[in-house]
């Protein structure tokens, strides 16, 4: 067995397959060094932060459970999204059931952009883009959260969503075109695009109830 400095020290996948081994810290090591941008695409995917929660610790016990599959042909953090991106997906593809909300027509939106400058706009950007993301189609949601929000290539994201580069290049695109007339009024408030790479603390800092709780003392899942 060997020491925590050591454990903080190894790199991903070399603590996955000591996870896959049975050491009981190296699977909580990972999630404490992924957690934040885990929970960041899991918050921004489906945009409710009890549900974010609830999807990033069923991700986190399927990869848990699964780390013997891992096969090393990608990066760990680039298995952990697909993971935490797909545990999103299932719980929105279940809303479709619900009622959805119509998009506002243009009369609408301008009646309530602000028309000044506002001393909290920077929280209320996030709350905007927050809240017009959820009013895409929730495949254009994941790839615009991974390219344009967490910085991914086309090519990475591709390889997280398991779908072809040009698949992720149009979903953008069609995402971002459906994003324009939501988030049109906030461009002068942000002096250019109001979606990209995010430095919102809100989504960095992940609760620590949104990690899987059994394994933040090197338990076991069953």
């Not at 697909?82 to 119509?102: E, K, Q, S, Y």
């Not at 809240?131 to 929730?138: C, E, H, S, T, V």
Request: glycine residues 8%; proline residues 6%; aromatic residues 4%.
């Amino acid at each position: 067995m060997f020491g925590n400095k050591q454990v903080e020290t190894l790199p991903d996948k070399e603590l996955l397959a000591k996870h896959a081994q049975g050491d009981p810290r190296a699977f909580s090591e990972l999630v404490n060094r992924h957690r934040d941008r885990m929970w960041a695409v899991a918050l921004r995917t489906i945009g409710d932060q009890e549900e974010a929660a609830d999807a990033l610790q069923d991700a986190f016990l399927s990869a848990y459970r699964a780390a013997g599959k891992f096969r090393g042909e990608s990066a760990v953090t680039t298995w952990l999204h697909r993971i935490v991106v797909n545990a999103c997906l299932d719980r929105l593809r279940r809303r479709t059931a619900r009622p959805t909300v119509a998009f506002p027509d243009d009369d609408v939106l301008d009646s309530v952009a602000p028309k000044g400058p506002d001393p909290t706009s920077a929280h209320e950007l996030s709350l905007d883009v927050a809240d017009a993301l959820q009013r895409i189609p929730y495949e254009q949601r994941a790839a615009l959260v991974l390219v344009d929000m967490m910085g991914y290539s086309v090519e990475d994201a591709a390889r997280v969503l398991e779908v072809p580069p040009g698949t992720i290049k149009s979903r953008c695109a069609r995402g971002r075109a459906r994003l324009a007339p939501l988030l049109g009024h906030l461009r002068n408030r942000t002096g250019g695009s109001v979606v990209g790479p995010s430095n919102d603390s809100q989504v960095r800092a992940v609760p620590r109830q949104a990690g899987p709780s059994v394994l933040e003392e090197g338990g076991s899942a069953s």
